[in-house]
């Protein structure tokens, strides 16, 4: 039997901030276990919360990032929550009045799986704010609970289910991510966990209108596993379906090793969590003023950048996504095109020679030593002919190991390109001289000869010729 696949996400994204969301202890990733704490993020009693506006603010700017309406009253609530990761015994979130509803987040293109997507619109149905909860460390006989994470500021951002496959959640989440970090409000590191999801997924008759039972997949810290899980369920519930098998409410956890989904456990009812109103803390109102000003840090949106690399830089699509898929490279970009290279070529180096040093270093291009003005400089000197592209990688990873000046290196390491008609001549004789056989399967027409020539002559002049003087004159003299 064939059937609908229908995925909603829930997606955790921690705000970058310097503090946490109700006390002023520092937000600080990788830090001592429970160093970062105060009495107000380890739920002393008595204390009082104090909300960090900024992050309030951040929030609806998420909101703006991908079409939400920001509410102008919303408030924070208490979820009553009995586990050691949170101390207060409460996290304080909220519940029916969240600070963004009803946006959207548009995907096209070619999936993770190669296969090409449909080009819609999901729908976000709601992101509400909260603080996060302590994390738990698990050794063989106890648990370690570290508070530094207890109290840092997190949105819950919830789609509807408008998802219908894997490729579709992974563009939904690669495309969510790019909002936030275009943005600045989260960098979005899985690794760091600063973007989590969890998903809901059932199957029901092509067709049908009423929905299949759904189980949700919870915890997945990485796109490819949110990827993996979602093929994985989809099988399975299949052939759960078609074995006339019975699918229930539960809560799977995913195995990265083992590649599959197990029941963490079966869902009897909705939880209760007893939300009420947090009475230690005001709504959270905007005025009209309030949001302009939010909405005049809107940065350009990822989608409106890529349309500007294909119209008006010319750029063809698919450097337009590379580029654009991660803020910091396509800022890159943009500040070499400000330098005064030419795009296209800007483009070709970044995606090739630029990605290819910083994956052997294991950087990213934060770390570079390579400035975008002297990377300009280097393509200016290609452009110039004054270098030729072969030295031109040399000097490249020069700069890349040193952040020096590519005309500087150039100069001091008498790179400059020979053009001098004499000078290529007299490399051009001497490979003849030095290689009869060869001239002889020139003149016999034995294909790619002139190739071996060219390469001769580079060795002579240790990269430094011309290529296109190179190969000419050869052609000249050997007819
Ligand atoms: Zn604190």
């Given at each position: 039997m064939e059937y609908d696949v229908v995925i909603g996400l829930e997606v955790h994204v921690q705000l970058k901030s310097e503090s946490k969301m109700f006390c002023s202890c520092a937000n600080e990733y990788g830090a001592e276990p429970n160093t970062n704490v105060c009495p107000i993020c380890l739920g002393y009693p008595g204390v009082l919360p104090v909300p960090n506006i900024k992050m309030i603010q951040k929030t609806a700017l998420a909101g703006m990032m991908i079409d939400c309406d920001v509410a102008k009253f919303s408030k924070f609530d208490r979820k009553s929550y009995f586990y050691p990761d949170q101390a207060k015994n409460y996290q304080i979130t909220q519940a029916d009045l969240p600070i963004c509803l009803e946006g959207k987040i548009d995907i096209s293109g070619k999936g993770l799986s190669g296969k090409d997507l449909p080009t819609k619109s999901i729908g976000v149905e709601r992101i509400h704010m909260e603080e996060d909860v302590a994390k738990s460390t698990h050794f063989g006989n106890c648990t370690g609970v570290d508070f530094n994470r207890a109290g840092t500021p997190l949105m819950e951002i919830v789609s509807h289910p408008d998802m219908n496959s894997a490729d579709e959640v992974y563009a939904y989440l690669t495309n969510l991510k790019q909002a936030m970090q275009y943005a600045g409000i989260?960098?979005?590191?899985a690794e760091k966990g600063q973007i989590r999801c969890d998903v809901n997924i059932s199957l029901k008759p092509k067709g049908a209108e009423k929905l299949g039972t759904k189980t949700e997949i919870k915890n997945l810290n990485s796109f490819r596993n949110a990827h993996a899980s979602v093929e994985f369920e989809i099988k399975r519930q299949t052939k759960v379906l078609n074995e006339g098998g019975e699918i229930y409410q539960e809560t799977r956890g995913w195995n990265a090793e083992k590649n599959h989904t197990y029941i963490m456990r079966v869902k009897e009812s909705a939880n209760d969590y007893r939300y009420f109103p947090e009475p230690d803390l005001l709504p959270v109102t905007f005025t009209d003023a309030d949001l302009e000003e939010i909405r005049k840090e809107m940065p350009e949106r990822p989608a409106e950048r890529y349309n500007r690399y294909i119209n008006e830089l010319e750029l063809p699509e698919y450097d337009a996504g590379v580029l654009t898929s991660e803020k910091a490279m396509s800022d890159y970009f943009d500040a070499c095109v400000a330098a005064g290279a030419e795009a296209k070529a800007t483009a070709n180096w970044i995606m090739s020679e630029l990605l290819r040093e910083l994956n052997e270093a294991n950087q990213t291009i934060a770390d570079c030593k390579v400035k975008a003005e002297d990377l300009a400089k280097l393509l200016g000197l290609i452009a110039k002919k004054t270098i030729n592209g072969k030295i031109a990688k040399k000097v490249f990873a020069e700069m890349f190991a040193s952040g020096n000046d590519p005309e500087a290196i150039v100069k001091e390491k008498g790179l400059v390109q020979v053009t001098d008609k004499s000078a290529i001549e007299a490399f051009v004789d001497q490979a003849i001289e030095a290689n009869p056989g060869p001239v002889e399967q020139y003149k016999e027409g034995k294909p790619n000869v002139d190739k071996f020539f060219v390469g001769q002559v580079m060795k002579l002049s240790r990269g430094k010729a011309n290529p296109a003087m190179v190969i000419e004159m050869i052609k000249e003299k050997l007819g």
């Open positions: 989260s960098d979005c590191d």
